[in-house]
Nanobody
Framework: QVRLVESGGGLVQPGDSLRLSCAAS????????MNWFRQAPGKERELVGS????????TYADSVKGRFTISRDWAKNTMYLQMNSLKPEDTAIYYC?????????WGQGTRVTVSS
């Protein structure tokens, strides 16, 4: 059974950094494509970034390109989202996601609030 658990969210000021984690079980994180999504209040869920099989290729939404970085840790079977230079518009609940064997899996989300 696939399980995804996000952590690392919190309340930060504009310009600060946070690192979100997505700990996985039931899958081998570095071997499959995985995604980070976010959903801001009153808005639809949007794709933040993706990492492909093997971890060598990452893509990002234009709104976060150059500020956010996805990485993975083999030993901890965990995916990360390093977020730098945070802006108020980054405020959202962040979710990790994987499509595995035809099923779409989501974590419970971790809330990020960027406010002065």
């Amino acid at each position: 059974q696939v399980r995804l658990v996000e952590s690392g969210g919190g309340l930060v000021q504009p310009g600060d950094s946070l690192r979100l984690s997505c700990a996985a079980s039931g899958i081998v994180v570095p071997r499959i494509n995985m995604n980070w999504f976010r959903q801001a209040p009153g808005k639809e869920r949007e794709l933040v970034g993706s990492v492909t099989n093997g971890g060598s290729d990452t893509t990002y939404a234009d709104s976060v390109k150059g500020r956010f970085t996805i990485s993975r840790d083999w030993a901890k079977n965990t995916m990360y989202l390093q977020m730098n230079s945070l802006k108020p518009e980054d405020t959202a609940i962040y979710y990790c996601n994987v499509l595995f064997r035809g099923n779409n899996y989501w974590g419970q989300g971790t809330r990020v609030t960027v406010s002065s």
